[in-house]
């Protein structure tokens, strides 16, 4: 047993086999200690992605802020999950076996981990650690499910706000939304994808969306396209609601005909509204 957690916290970031297993090991009051000492979380500067002799990717500790559960372990240069090591639930992922390595896959990586159930059951262990009652511990677990939910539903609903602001953008200045040619090797993806990939230069969140979503990136035509219908839904039943408030209305309509003979009609749409008290404005719509 050990005799100073401290110690073995330090000795923890080798994650060599005894360390992994020595947690289950240890007395109630070391466990505690450990697990109030936190998950390592050291630089990783030999952790990197070469191609050939040249580098082209290297580990950010910024990393360790977008996940909870991610640690570091400086003598295999690998990064684990913390709570699936400190109780071995999912002892035969790569997360708790040999370590995770590979840069180019890491944002999918990391999502895929925390879809196991395995893992789910390693982050209820280690909120609950410490509880006796059997109740407790199954509103824990619920609660627990439930905020992972609801944070989840939040970081989903910020990134639908910002396509819905790029929608926004791109119809209020009357821009086309497609390009020529949307692959990712493309120079100019169009308006809609190029303005996301503008944004995300300045929004961590909406960037490591657009790099690791594999379900629902928010890029795709369907998606243009539905957006693009949703925002046309709202900005009529705003009309609508404001005409039947109108005192006075007024429809405006004119034909031209165009180059090819055919007739072309144009319908405008006034509406006097109340503004600031008795104030009176007129609202035209084309």
Known sequence: ?????????????????????????????????????????????????????????????????????????????????????????????????????????????????????????????????????????????????????NEKVKENREIQKKLIWATCFLIRQELAFRGDNENKESLNRGNYIELLKYTAKFDEKLAHHLQSSSVFSGISNKIQNDLIEAVGTVVVNNIKEEIAKAAFIAIEVDESTDISNTAQCSTVLEHVYMYMYWTLKLKKYL
């Not at 990391?110 to 879809?115: D, S, V």
Request: glycine fraction near 6%; charge should be positive; hydrophobic fraction near 35%.
């Open 1 to 149: 047993t050990l005799e100073n957690p401290a110690s073995f916290l330090a000795g923890f970031s080798k994650m060599d086999s005894d360390y992994l297993k020595s947690f289950s090991k240890q007395t109630y009051e070391e466990k505690t200690k450990i697990i109030k000492n936190g998950r390592p979380t050291p630089e990783l500067k030999e952790l990197q992605q070469r191609k050939g002799t040249r580098i082209i990717r290297t580990f950010k500790t910024a990393w360790y802020n977008r996940k909870e559960w991610l640690c570091g372990c400086i003598s295999t240069n690998r990064l684990f999950c913390f709570p699936c090591l400190l109780f071995l639930i999912s002892s035969g992922t790569v997360w708790v076996a040999g370590g995770y390595s590979d840069l180019n896959n890491l944002p999918n990586a990391l999502n895929k981990h925390e879809r196991y159930a395995v893992h789910y059951e390693s982050q209820i262990a280690l909120k609950t650690f410490g509880s006796t009652r059997i109740d407790l511990l199954i509103d824990k677990q619920k609660q627990l499910s439930i905020d992972i939910h």
